[in-house]
DNA sequence: GTCTATAAGGCGATAGAC
DNA sequence: GTCTATCGCCTTATAGAC
């Protein structure tokens, strides 16, 4: 996974073990990602994030400094790899900007994990002292603006009916897509996060758009666009 | 502080006792609440709680006989008291069914801890072995049962369009509220939960409803019912 | 870079005094 | 009904050996 396939040079050897460093660092985050969606962060403990990623707590802690360094290093990482590159390329219609959402949806109900940290953790977040609180004032901010200017342009497009708000309905996106997702934790086997999400994407850009139309029957960017 | 002042019958004794246990109690579960608002289950103590009771820990042990005991009663209890009485009255129209959701998110937004403690919670508890679960497995089941009969109902009168999907709809609406709920907890004063669903119930009436009306200017329903 | 050992304290639950 | 005391275990973080 880790293909380092270097020349000669001092530097490069040093990559080498320095890559090798990242893989161990990279175990303990998947490690941790598991134990933050099971327990959220307060109650998880280092020695069992630990023992998951082979590694005893005295070794967890020579790579993260503090169970905190730990928490917003696994958020830092998790949003680099997941959907925030997601406004990279500019979206050529409101639809292609849902059918990259629902790509997104997708992507989360393939990681488990994952989800039902966020879950957890945006949860115990909303207490001011949280260690996380911060990262997810941050983050809703970003994601709200992110799909508030593409729907803003939507309009400006003669798109998007002109006297729709578009940073409330970015917030209202997001909260549809966040609140299946509790939905969908309690029964991840049986409940169609992806389906519900096309639903209330069909109906909106009914209701929203000059034209009226809906959805396109079953269209790409849905597929898991595994970017890791 | 336990004034059982008892004349000579044994069973008002017993009942007058019964009554001070009850204010103990309840002040146990208020303390609880705000709580696992701010750590969720896991990582709450006892020994805080009952702190905050004015009480010790052996002291609270002796109301809820274990920890996950104190958890279900909160509960419980919550339930009783907030919007499980939503469904009582039969809703004349789908315009009330929102309006009356509408005064549950008033209700919950005047209750940041109570509100809170659902957001963490319900985060915790997708993974299966969380003691409120099952719990909550029900109450979504309960909710979007409940708000689906209303929304056939309306199908069924010719309210609202034929082609609508009342359970789906009714999952959709859970979200969005929940959703509000997660971005709300992060910013409690500035954040206008109401005015959002209001929007969206509003957009939502003009697409779903036969005659495509929207919600009535500012009526009635969204006072806080103050039931507790 | 990883280990073991340890410090210093919190946890839930039980037992028994009053 | 509430207290104190206690059991056995778990917690994060640090120190120092290898």
Redesign the pocket.
């Known amino acids: 996974m880790d293909r380092t396939q270097d020349g000669k040079p001092r530097r490069t050897a040093a990559r080498g ?1 320095y890559a090798v ?1 990242d893989e ?1 660092r990279a175990r303990i985050l998947d490690a941790a990602v598991e134990h933050f969606a099971q327990w959220g962060f307060h109650a ?5 994030i630990a023992k998951d990623a082979g ?5 967890l ?3 993260f ?4 360094d730990l928490l917003i290093s696994v958020l830092r990482r998790t949003d680099e790899q997941g959907g925030v590159r997601l406004f990279a390329r500019e979206p050529q219609s409101v639809v292609e900007t849902f059918q990259t959402l629902l790509g997104l949806a997708a992507y989360n109900a393939e990681r488990p994990g994952r989800t039902k940290m966020f879950n957890a953790l945006v949860g115990e977040a909303g207490e001011r002292g949280h260690p996380a609180h911060d990262f997810f004032v941050g983050r809703y901010r970003m994601v709200i603006e992110g799909i508030g200017r593409e729907l803003r342009d939507a309009v400006e497009r003669g798109e998007v009916k002109p006297g729709t708000d578009p940073e409330a309905l970015a917030a209202e996106i997001a909260a549809v897509m966040d609140g299946l997702q509790l939905q969908w934790a309690l029964a991840p086997e049986t409940y169609d996060m992806v389906g519900r999400l096309r639903a209330y994407f069909d109906r909106l850009l009914r209701s929203v758009t000059v034209d009226g139309v809906g959805l396109p029957e079953r269209s790409g960017g849905e597929e898991d666009r595994s970017e890791n």
């Open positions: 073990s460093g161990r998880s403990s280092l020695a069992r590694i005893t707590q005295g070794g802690l020579h790579h400094r503090s169970k905190e």
